[in-house]
């Protein structure tokens, strides 16, 4: 069984440009969450997609964003690059969670890097 | 208020040593779900263990093991007869179930020195 695939892997870009990471869940996954983890740093909650919708957002400003597609793969957009948006972004997927219960999965993240 | 502790930010233990990694959770909920989380060098979550609030028996799993313990909030890892490839970073979370979201713990890197 294939698990969570991210593309790409690495990812240099200029202060002020925008930046799409994409995630593919494992098959028969609906949910997909991303996190950021900046160095040093635990994992920061970002986005929970579940069938096309977003559940719920963490604490980040609005020029993060994302959607979910009937395929149940998402993305994740970032406009307007800060240097503090140098992270890596950690896709997950899990099962239809009932009240929290489903472990979620990891991929093996982008590396964003921002000179 | 941190929802998970991870109070040990390192750890470092010689091979062949046990290891306890600690975790003390916050929640309201009288349900709710506690995970274990490997992350090794190349970055990659891995999943180790899901436990329910409503079944505190401890588990075992090869040298892992499991304490959770409601009257004091914890859920403690040990690593029994530590070998160098148990270095990672280990994330502690919480699933609440009116929540809608995981809280992970900052994590404890523990390095095997052989």
């Known amino acids: 069984e294939a698990g969570v695939t991210q593309s790409p892997t690495h990812l240099i870009k200029t202060r002020g440009q925008q930046v799409t990471l994409r995630c593919s869940p494992i098959?028969?996954?609906?949910?997909v969450y991303w996190y950021q983890q900046a160095l040093g740093l635990g994992l920061q909650f970002l986005l929970w997609y579940d069938e096309g919708e977003e559940r719920n957002r963490g604490n980040f400003p609005p020029r993060f964003s994302g959607r979910q597609f009937p395929n149940y793969s998402s993305e994740l957009n970032v406009n307007a690059l800060e240097l503090e948006d140098s992270a890596l972004y950690l896709c997950?997927?899990?099962?239809?969670?009932?009240?929290?219960?489903?472990?979620?999965?990891f991929g093996d993240g982008t590396r964003l890097s921002i000179l | 208020a941190q929802k998970v502790t991870q109070a040990q930010t390192e750890i470092s233990v010689v091979e062949k040593e046990d290891v306890t990694l600690d975790c003390v959770y916050e929640?309201?909920?009288?349900?709710?779900?506690l995970f274990w989380y490997k992350q090794p060098p190349s970055g990659e979550l891995v999943f180790l263990i899901r436990?329910?609030?409503?079944?505190?028996q401890n588990e075992i799993s090869g040298r892992y093991s499991w304490n959770f313990q409601k009257s004091t909030s914890s859920f403690n890892f040990t690593i029994t007869a530590s070998q160098v490839v148990d270095s990672a970073v280990y994330f502690c979370a919480l699933s609440e179930f009116t929540g809608n979201q995981f809280y992970f713990g900052t994590g404890t890197s523990l390095t095997v020195i052989p």
């Open positions: 997950a997927s899990s099962l239809r969670t009932y009240g929290g219960n489903q472990p979620q999965h």
């Open positions: 929640t309201r909920d009288t349900t709710y779900y």
């Open positions: 436990r329910n609030s409503f079944d505190e």
């Open positions: 098959s028969g996954h609906t949910s």
